[in-house]
């Protein structure tokens, strides 16, 4: 095993992902940040110096279990105090298992500002997966706003509530194509400023996948997006899913792959068409009312030169909300052979009803009626070190507080503000089961990609309505449920998991849209915190910390 050794620097940068030029927050100069690439068993070093003058930075290691280090998961006032504007944070981590994994920034909202790069871990030397492919190929995709992340920020706060909206483009491996066109001159309209539009910079033209005539290919798929769900076509490719979330799984082929915010896939492809045209590679909007154009890349047949640009019109994706479609596609992919299969029983059950929620008349999000908010320390701290006053010492409740009906808006959207803990006995099998309901506006519910750190979980089943704890359990997969560390709640449904409770750490369990987590749809979870030697002094001097 080796040591990979990366220096990085966080700043501000003017760029033009969509040709409409914004600031983002960008590594090195780069966007997407630099890809980090290893092997099982080796050890990541990232000397993180934030180069932001006015703000504190994170980054989040996603997928990546962090076993014996919690404290460097990255998440801002849980796993370490945020970096300081001019500070230097040293990231050390050991990547133990094979797969497709990614970074992103971990506070705030970050991550929308372009703050992400990928990480791949290959097998052990010698070591070969149970498919062949002859070359490989990598995107991450992403939804796009020209407003700034502090202007999305601030809208969610306010009162009146003002949405961050539909994005205004997608992209793949952080580029897209706006029509500024569209836009009347010199108007903002909510849909950004054109001024800076210049669609023939080289930073948005559209992403090239090179490929040879008549080979395979693995092409992994990340999704960061910031609200989107996303459904990836290759135009006149079937594509066959091999890996989830950095497992393999029982090889499905499909004309067009979902693929929800913390989700990673590969998909084999052979280049067997037409060889003297290419083709789109295209994303679209899933599950709420598409507002965005189609997401384009280019599929380069070679040698044809890659500004061969397909004359087809954009693929199409199925109907936004035929989320039937999208649950029989979730319910093909299960474990592939060899992998451990679950406990038959839990020690313990949560139900987490999520709910959309109000407190002092701002809209949040609740979980059984708690909103969750950062605390000033870091809750691995406060448990290790037994900081009493630095976290609310009540844990949050483990089924939902209320009687509800998930058809209709809550009676009482009235929730309170937490930033309780729940505790695991280390070692103990949690079953968690989250339990989708109706929005404050009537006849709406939302998918809400559910991301857990430090640990994968078994997707034991899910299914419509309210979650019936005597029959529902009885139609789990305990055979070969696929193993991930994100998975969608569809509206008005139920997803059931399973997971073990052995990583001491403290592990935030959230939804992974950025604006839901950042009204406080998440919450956080600890095991075996006692087990855990001193922790490092480069996470503390925030909140209580600083008095350690
Ligand atoms: Cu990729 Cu806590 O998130
Ligand atoms: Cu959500």
């Known amino acids: 095993a080796r040591i990979r050794h990366y220096q990085w620097k966080v700043d501000y940068l003017y760029f033009s992902p969509d040709c409409v030029e914004k600031v983002i927050i960008a590594i090195n100069g780069q966007y997407p940040g630099p890809p980090i690439r290893a092997r099982v068993g080796d050890t990541i070093v990232v000397e993180l ?12 290691w996603h997928g990546i279990h962090q076993v014996g280090t919690p404290w460097y998961d990255g998440t801002a006032f849980v796993s370490q105090c945020p970096i300081n504007p001019g500070e230097t944070f040293k990231y050390k981590f050991v990547v133990s298992r094979p797969g497709t994994y990614f970074y992103h920034g971990h506070f705030g909202m970050q991550r929308s500002a372009g703050f992400y790069g990928s990480l791949i871990v290959d097998l052990e030397q010698g070591e070969k997966e149970p498919y062949a492919y002859d070359g490989e190929l990598s995107i991450i995709l992403n939804d796009w706003w020209h407003r700034s992340m502090y202007d999305q920020e601030t809208g969610l706060f306010s009162i009146p509530f003002r949405f961050v909206g539909e994005p205004q483009s997608l992209l793949i491996e952080g580029r897209g194509s706006y029509n500024c066109s569209l836009v009347p001159s010199g108007s903002v309209a909510g849909s950004g400023d054109c001024v800076n539009c210049n669609s023939s910079n080289p930073q948005c033209q559209p992403y090239i996948l090179p490929v040879e005539p008549g080979k395979t290919y693995r092409l992994r798929i990340t999704s960061v997006a910031s609200l989107s769900s996303l459904n990836f076509i290759l135009e006149g490719h079937n594509m066959t899913i091999v890996e989830a979330d950095g497992y393999n799984v029982d090889p499905v082929v499909v004309e067009n792959l979902d693929v929800y915010s913390g989700e990673t896939y590969s998909v084999l492809f052979t280049a067997n068409q037409n060889p003297s045209q290419n083709y789109w590679a295209a994303v679209n909007v899933r599950g709420r009312k598409p507002a965005t154009p189609t997401g384009l890349a280019v599929l380069n047949y070679l040698p044809n030169p890659s500004s061969l640009l397909p004359s087809t019109p954009s693929p199409v994706s199925p109907v936004w909300n035929d989320f039937d479609y999208s649950l029989n ?55 290790k070190y037994g900081l009493k006053k630095a976290y609310d010492p009540i844990p949050p409740p483990d089924y939902p507080t209320r009687p509800f009906n998930i058809s209709s808006p809550p009676p009482n959207p009235n929730a309170i503000v937490g930033s309780g803990v729940y505790k695991f006995q280390f070692g103990s099998v949690v ?26 979980f078994w997707v034991l089943g899910s299914g419509k309505g309210i979650f019936n704890p005597v029959t529902d359990p009885q139609g789990y997969n ?65 909140g209580l910390s600083k008095y350690l």
Request: charged share 15%; glycine share 6%; with cysteine.
């Open 49 to 60: 110096e934030n180069g932001l003058p006015t703000e504190d930075v994170v980054i989040h």
């Open 431 to 456: 079953d968690v089961i989250i339990q989708n309901a109706n929005m404050l506006n009537p006849n709406n519910s939302e998918i809400h990609p559910w991301h857990l750190h430090g640990h994968d």
């Open 329 to 383: 596609q979730s319910k093909l992919i299960v474990a592939r052979q060899g992998y451990e299969v679950p406990p038959p029983t839990p020690d313990r059950q949560l139900i987490l009803l999520t709910t959309q929620n109000k407190v002092n008349g701002k809209i949040k999000w609740g979980i059984n009626n708690v909103t969750y908010v950062p605390t000033s320390t870091p809750v691995l701290v406060a448990l």
């Open 478 to 542: 305990l055979n070969n449920p696929p193993l991930k560390n994100t998975v969608p709640v569809f509206p008005y449904g139920w997803v059931a998991l399973r997971f073990r409770a052995d990583n001491p750490g403290v592990w935030p369990f959230h939804c992974h849209v950025e604006a839901h987590f950042h009204m406080g749809m998440g919450v956080i979870f600890a095991e075996g915190w006692d087990r855990l030697p001193q922790l490092p002094k480069s996470i503390l001097g925030c």
